[in-house]
């Protein structure tokens, strides 16, 4: 199969959807690997390492998508990355479909087959591909809120971790997840007084066990969520229902009883966000300020820190793009249920039923597909 890799066109996307390690990786299964020039130069990744992995560069994403099989990316493709996809060219990447409808109906056009990271699930539960991209985000949560609560950013200039005879700063978590947990970590470690909030007793008597008096947790109504973000000096939004739209947990109404300076995080900002007043930012232009409460919403977090998140990216997705490369689309994913799971477009129909029901679209079965 010929797999391409073009650079992400994205504001201030710098990882790569295949290293130089993967390519090599591709080659030795005898496939031919495309690499749009200088699509690793985010992540220290030069022309000549991709050459010596025995992958071919081209000039252009153009090129790359004229000629490839199968595109493999990071981020959702772009407007004019969406205009160069053709029928029945696979295409693997996230997708964030959802909240999205202009790409969605996009890809529809395109006759492409989509196969979206976010809802590959995992045999134990879960969702690998999405759980690297998720550690990252939940840690730089942290780092951007610590961040933003600086009184030249717009915060309350509140130092998370305080300092003797001074308290520390609160953070309260919405959501006990992948993102809650490393969030909660980093936050704990800087001395902040934490709160996760989550409706799951499972999950909070885990996450109890493992912080002990560290952190506390409360079940996540709202009562006790409206409480918890009034008091809070930095609010995380860490919620996620695998394929669809993030509820609007925080409302307009509730930013009033907030600390002025008060920074909220919506780490759900991917599929649509958490919070009521939550808007996509960029890296160029992080935050902006809602009734006196500051927002974080940066759509693309995990590519601040590019080198660590393509590695840990292609840790779990490059085994999927092998069997996909090695067997065709519909024999890997009729092999690998969990693999089907990420189907969301194919022949012009959308495949996932959250995709489907939150955009009001007509819903076909993996099933289908496969069977065609």
Not at 25 to 54: K, N, R
Not at 179 to 198: E, R, W
Not at 298 to 318: E, F, H, I, K, Q
């Amino acid at each position: 199969m010929i797999v391409g890799c073009p650079r992400e066109i994205k504001n201030h996307e710098y990882r790569v959807g295949l290293t130089p390690e993967s390519a090599r990786e591709l080659v030795a299964h005898g496939h031919e690997v495309l690499i749009e020039t200088q699509a690793g130069a985010g992540i220290d990744a030069s022309d000549a390492e991709y050459s010596d992995a025995g992958a071919t560069i081209v000039g252009t994403a153009a090129e790359v998508f004229a000629r490839a099989e199968m595109v493999v990316k990071v981020k959702e493709p772009q407007p004019d990355e969406r205009k160069m996809l053709r029928e029945g060219q696979i295409l693997y990447t996230y997708l964030h479909l959802a909240p999205d409808p202009d790409q969605t109906r996009d890809l529809i056009a395109s006759g492409a087959t989509c196969i979206a990271y976010e809802t590959v699930t995992g045999p134990g539960g879960g969702l690998p591909l999405l759980k690297p991209m998720s550690q990252v985000a939940g840690r730089m949560s942290v780092q951007a809120g610590a961040s933003a609560l600086e009184k030249a950013h717009g915060g309350r200039g509140v130092l998370l971790g305080g300092v003797p005879g001074v308290a520390p700063g609160k953070v309260a978590v919405i959501g006990g997840g992948v993102v809650g947990f490393n969030a909660a970590q980093m936050a704990v470690g800087l001395g902040a007084d934490v709160t996760i909030l989550d409706r799951s007793p499972e999950v909070l008597e885990k996450l109890g066990h493992y912080f002990e008096a560290r952190a506390k947790t409360r079940f996540s109504n709202n009562a006790n969520l409206a409480e918890c973000v009034a008091d809070a000096d930095l609010v995380i939004g860490a919620v996620l229902v695998p394929g669809a739209a993030a509820p609007k947990l925080v409302t307009r109404a509730m930013l009033a009883t907030m600390k002025q300076g008060a920074v909220m995080v919506d780490v759900a900002i991917d599929q649509g966000g958490c919070f009521e007043t939550s808007h996509a930012t960029t890296h160029d232009d992080p935050i902006y300020t809602v009734d006196g409460i500051v927002h974080y919403c940066v759509a693309n977090m995990p590519g601040g820190v590019a080198r660590t998140s393509t590695y840990a990216l292609n840790n779990v997705t490059l085994p999927h793009a092998l069997r996909i490369a090695d067997l065709g689309w519909k024999e890997a994913l009729a092999r690998d249920p969990h693999l089907a799971n990420g189907l969301n477009v194919w022949n012009h129909q959308v495949t996932h039923k959250a995709v489907a029901r939150d955009l009001g679209l007509d819903y076909t079965a993996a099933e289908t597909a496969l069977a065609a």
